[in-house]
């Protein structure tokens, strides 16, 4: 099992929520998670990172997998400009790599911010940390475990 995979499934045991982790297949997207996992791609809470221009750090929007993140909205939301975040810096302050970041278990504190519409399901799919695994969990968990606000910004 991946370190990643590791932190996820430790974040998820100590928030003592009910889980479950698969691993489907490939899922870098989230029209390929919902097809492997049998869902609405709107139930895939994907992973979207920006780097806050002032700040230097990163900010997560955890998005139902059929909207957009929009850039206006965006940067209302989080107080400053955003702009495109390298993969050096989603790898040090996540400890994910691209196509496998998850909404929790990261490495230091993110600024996270997430989708209303997850709301609209009993059930939503996220990263657990690797591009081939996903976990199950209910939007309400998801929310305070990652310690995302919910926000409109789609």
Do not use: Y
Not at 57 to 62: K, M
Not at 77 to 90: F, M, N, R, T, W
Not at 110 to 131: E, I, K, Q
Request: aromatic share 6%.
């Amino acid at each position: 099992m991946s370190k990643s995979l590791k932190r996820v499934r430790a974040a998820l045991e100590a928030a003592s929520v009910q889980f479950e982790i698969t691993e489907p297949g490939e899922a870098r997207t989230a029209e390929m998670a919902a097809q492997a996992v049998g869902c609405e791609v709107d139930q895939i809470a994907k992973s979207i990172i920006f780097r806050g221009e002032d700040s230097g750090h990163v900010v997560l929007f955890i998005t139902a997998g059929g909207n957009r993140v929009s850039a206006e909205k965006a940067n209302a939301v989080a107080g400053q400009p955003l702009g495109k975040a390298d993969a050096a810096l989603i790898r040090a302050e996540t400890g994910f790599a691209i196509g496998g970041v998850a909404p929790l278990g990261h490495v230091g504190p993110v600024t996270a911010f997430l989708d209303p519409r997850l709301f609209d399901f009993d059930t939503v799919w996220a990263a657990a940390g690797t591009p081939r695994h996903v976990f199950a969990i209910a939007p309400a968990d998801l929310e305070r475990i990652s310690g995302a606000k919910q926000a409109d910004f789609t």
